[in-house]
């Protein structure tokens, strides 16, 4: 019985999920971020990556650049955003990270 408790206060304790704040029982992150890359291309495609991560212990997905730009088809870049969901009740946490590419 301590073993699972050990195990329960671990969890509680361990590392950040996708920048999740501790400050409470329960959190929900939204973020946008999001820069241009060069203003003379245009954006006619989009491309999506994503990773995810569960209980801040198993992680899987590639949210990289290149994979978001292999989805879309696109070789010049025009901007990039990332969005960034998740969520932190008590033990339960779940976080996505998503690198969105526009271009041609």
Do not use: H
């Not at 590392?15 to 939204?30: I, Q, T, Y």
């Not at 997905?61 to 870049?77: C, M």
């Amino acid at each position: 019985m301590k073993g699972l408790g050990l195990l329960l206060s671990l969890l509680l304790l361990s590392g950040c999920v996708a920048g999740l704040p501790k400050s409470g029982p329960a959190v929900v992150e939204l973020v946008t971020q999001g820069e241009t890359a060069n203003n003379g291309v245009g954006s006619t495609k989009r491309g999506m990556a994503c990773a995810q991560s569960i209980l801040g212990l198993v992680a899987f997905g590639d949210a990289s650049v290149a994979a978001a730009k292999r989805q879309g088809g696109i070789t010049n870049v025009s901007s990039m955003s990332r969005e960034i969901t998740g969520f932190n009740v008590y033990f339960l946490r779940y976080a996505k990270s998503c690198t969105i590419i526009n271009g041609t």
